[in-house]
């Protein structure tokens, strides 16, 4: 049998792990990202908006997109390599663009559909599933990042109803959610709310002068004595279980995004490299180009198998969150290195937004942090290495 050609698109040749509905998947998702996104993303970024949110987020459930992994109300059940596929071509679009897409389905709708009740499951996963309803997800706050355990989201019972005050901050999707999901302390623990964002003493002003996710809407969420029913309470989980195990379905999607992000940038240094001349010839062909771009190829593609391990333990039920801060400190910490070699390849054009590569490169620092800093990460891992728990 005659040895396949040598794809540089592919060297690994991960194609062969994906079946055609996977492929179908990829390919939808890639099509409408560079129609939809990719003409139009460089302006978004330089301007710090992202005009038209609530037309994106109905095209991107109208593919099936949103919450894509779960089951009924109007969802795809996808696979979990399916979804990591999609994030995959959104963030290799724009960090922002998956972001969207991560905090709807695998935050706000997967709490949810993981522990809300059968009357709030019909309610809101329908509509947040077409984009019609968009979601967001409170859990940090102005002082506590890392350790959400000392959140002072207050959430008390008055008669009947729940009476919310408190604030969250950094929340993608705040400004334009028709319902947050907003975690509290109880005098019973740590408890999840389902909280229209119509409800008096709620407001989400938005995120101004950032210089990073600037394609994307983060909001800062203000609620003052927000009243609401007892049923908003979702009744599936106390505690620090019901927000981490929704990061970590999150965290997972990072793992295949990050790499979008990085494919972009690589693929951009590699075309520069052909085209680009320096000294009578393409800069591709000298020979520290190559080892750059070899070694960005190596680190990319490693990066991707990774996450489709990950995806495959998911999809049988075996992938544990030690597992899922492994591709995150991983993937995100090479994403980066690749997107600040690819920035040297392009010289004085890799600042210039007319190339992905210093958007990707600043979006991923947020990326870096968000859903658990590198610290963090590797006191889970360390802490699964030694038994020794370091966090405190």
């Not at 008390?156 to 109803?161: A, H, L, M, T, V």
């Not at 391990?309 to 994403?335: C, Y």
């Not at 210039?352 to 889970?380: F, I």
């Amino acid at each position: 049998m005659p040895h396949p050609s040598f794809d540089p698109a592919d060297p690994l040749g991960l194609d062969d792990l994906l079946s055609p509905e996977d492929l179908a998947v990829r390919d939808t998702v890639r099509t409408w990202a560079a129609d939809r996104v990719l003409p139009y993303v460089a302006e978004w970024y330089e301007s710090g908006e992202l005009p038209g949110v609530r037309e994106l987020a109905r095209e991107l459930g109208s593919i099936g997109a949103l919450g894509m992994s779960l089951t009924g109300y109007g969802c795809a059940g996808a696979s979990a390599v399916q979804y990591g596929l999609a994030c995959l071509e959104l963030e290799a679009a724009d960090s922002g663009i998956r972001s969207l897409v991560s905090v709807q389905g695998s935050l706000a709708m997967y709490a949810i559909w993981k522990f809300g009740s059968e009357e709030q499951k019909e309610r809101w996963l329908p509509g947040m599933a077409a984009g019609e309803v968009i979601g967001c997800f409170g859990l940090t706050e102005p002082d506590h990042g890392s350790d959400p355990a000392s959140m002072r989201t207050y959430a008390k019972k008055d008669g009947g109803d729940w009476v919310l005050t408190g604030r969250k901050m950094w929340i993608t999707n705040g400004s334009v959610a028709g319902v947050a999901v907003v975690w509290a302390q109880t005098d019973d623990g740590i408890r999840g709310f389902a909280v229209p964002t119509d409800a008096p003493g709620f407001s989400a002003p938005e995120i101004r002068h950032k210089w990073s996710l600037r394609a994307s809407v983060t909001s800062e969420l203000v609620l003052d004595e927000v009243r609401l029913p007892a049923d908003a309470v979702l009744p599936g989980v106390r505690g620090l279980k019901g927000p981490l195990s929704c990061l970590t379905h999150a965290r997972y999607g990072i793992v295949w995004g990050a790499m979008g992000a990085a494919r972009a940038c690589f693929e951009s240094a590699v075309e520069y490299s052909r085209t680009r001349e320096q000294f009578g010839r393409p800069i591709g062909g000298f020979q520290l180009t190559q080892a750059k771009l070899a070694d960005m190829a190596v680190e990319l593609h490693k990066g991707i198998l990774l996450a489709h391990h990950l995806g495959r333990r998911l999809d049988r039920g075996t992938l544990r969150p030690e597992q899922v801060s492994f591709g995150k400190l991983n993937n995100v910490r090479e994403a980066i290195e690749i997107c600040r070699t690819a920035r040297t390849i392009l010289g004085a054009n890799g600042i210039s937004l007319e190339y992905p590569v210093m958007r990707h490169a600043t979006n991923l620092e947020s990326v870096l942090t968000y859903e658990g800093t590198v610290e963090m990460h590797q006191l889970v891992l360390g802490k699964a290495l030694t038994g020794i728990d370091a966090f405190r």
